[in-house]
């Protein structure tokens, strides 16, 4: 298209001729409207206390901040203002928290703003759901919800009439697993529910004084405890292993490279040798013993005395002396988080006497390390990222 042109003329009395002034106009062609860019998140998935193997290891490449220039900060706090007993999920965008006021919460990552909550009248979310490829299952004491593509809940499954579901879930072959529990006909039920809808009993037992809350996933096998014995599910084999002592809540279990180690209610760390079916002592122990982790070959021991970590072998590496008790709660490649009393202790695992505290006023549930921060979840609600390229201002 032609240039158009545009003629402007000045009258002036001295001048017998008009001054032409000629402006040319180029096509102006509009430039396509910007539209906000669209954030894209990695699905990722998400476990009970870390991972499959509940050893809290979220296998988080976060970097401690060492030295003085940098270190943790809060990127932000959020006040949900309800109970939670159980520990923090995420798929790529959100961070799930499941209360036991009967809410589920998504919070967006990036801000800490709540995107989305959802409330269940008379339901109790007190154990931990599992996130596979960003499908968010969440369940109470009765019901399994699934959040998938920014949905609304749907009931993934209903437990039957006289059954809780017992345990918080994890995952073996892209199905989900968990344990039911009947106090009235006193049947426990290991379920585990395909995501087309099917749903195989894969073992049933009796017990008599004890269940634990915890089924362990390792590649080719399943490990639970009640009363005094290890099930381990291997296919469509049941093996029942007896222990010397009887299990209980003060007994925490963790898979390590696959292997079962837990500890003894006096304190001493216990292997599962799967080729024997035998348990055996590993040499490592800690008295009042309150949680485990496991990382690569070290196994770490929360106390009420601080905590300890220790080759599998038995050789202890380090140990973190503190008048008060500390609970171990997240771990990652390169940091261990643990609470202390009101407080949240994040040590370099590079370094362990490296460490930095922060108070946040309130009993803590649950940390999780994650890509690109580290997020902490009180009992009341209370959720703060802490970022790990805060400056240091220094007076």
Not at 18 to 23: A, G, H, P, S, Y
Not at 220 to 228: P, Q, V
Not at 242 to 257: G, R
Not at 344 to 363: G, R, V, Y
Request: charged share 25%.
């Amino acid at each position: 298209m032609a240039a158009d042109k545009i003629i402007i003329s000045f009258d002036d009395a001295e001048e017998p001729e008009k001054e032409k002034l000629e402006i040319e106009i180029k096509d102006l062609v509009p430039e396509p409207e910007q539209k906000p860019a669209v954030e894209t998140f990695e699905k990722i998935s998400s476990f009970p206390y870390g991972d499959r193997g509940y050893t809290f290891n979220s296998k988080s490449n976060l970097e401690f901040p060492s030295g003085i220039e940098r270190g943790f900060g809060v990127e932000f706090a959020a006040d949900l203002k309800q109970s939670f007993l159980n520990s923090i999920l995420e798929s790529g965008k959100y961070i799930i928290l499941a209360s036991v006021d009967g809410f589920i919460n998504l919070i967006e990552k990036s801000s800490g703003k709540l995107y989305e909550r959802f409330f269940f009248e008379g339901e109790r979310f007190e154990k931990s759901g599992v996130v596979l490829n960003d499908r968010i299952y969440v369940n109470s004491i009765h019901k399994i919800y699934l959040i998938e593509d920014d949905n609304s809940p749907v009931v993934f499954y209903k437990a039957p009439e006289d059954y809780f579901i017992w345990s918080s879930l994890n995952e073996t072959g892209g199905n989900i697993i968990f344990t039911l529990f009947s106090p009235k006909e006193n049947t426990g039920k290991i379920i585990e529910k395909t995501s087309d809808g099917s749903e195989n009993i894969i073992y049933s037992f009796n017990p008599v004084n004890y269940i634990s809350g915890e089924i362990l996933a390792a590649e080719s096998s399943l490990y639970t405890l009640f009363d005094n014995k290890i099930c381990v599910i291997t296919g469509n084999t049941q093996t029942l292993i007896e222990n010397s002592f009887a299990f209980s809540y003060d007994v925490y279990s963790v898979l390590l490279n696959d292997v079962l180690y837990f500890n003894s209610p006096s304190g001493e760390i216990y292997t599962l040798d799967k080729n024997s079916f035998s348990t055996r002592f590993t040499g490592i122990k800690t008295s009042n013993i309150n949680s485990i982790a496991a990382s690569d070959d070290v196994i770490f021991t929360g106390t009420s005395t601080g905590w300890s970590a220790f080759h599998r072998n038995g050789v202890e590496l380090y140990s973190h002396i503190d008048v008060d008790k500390n609970t171990l709660l997240g771990i990652g490649k390169n940091i261990l988080a643990a609470s202390v009393n009101k407080k949240i202790m994040f040590h370099n695992t590079a370094k362990f006497a490296e460490a930095q505290l922060f108070s946040l006023n309130d009993e803590i549930v649950s940390a999780r390390v994650s890509a690109n921060s580290v997020y902490v979840l009180t009992k009341t609600g209370k959720l703060e990222s802490f970022k790990n390229d805060m400056l240091i201002i220094h007076i």
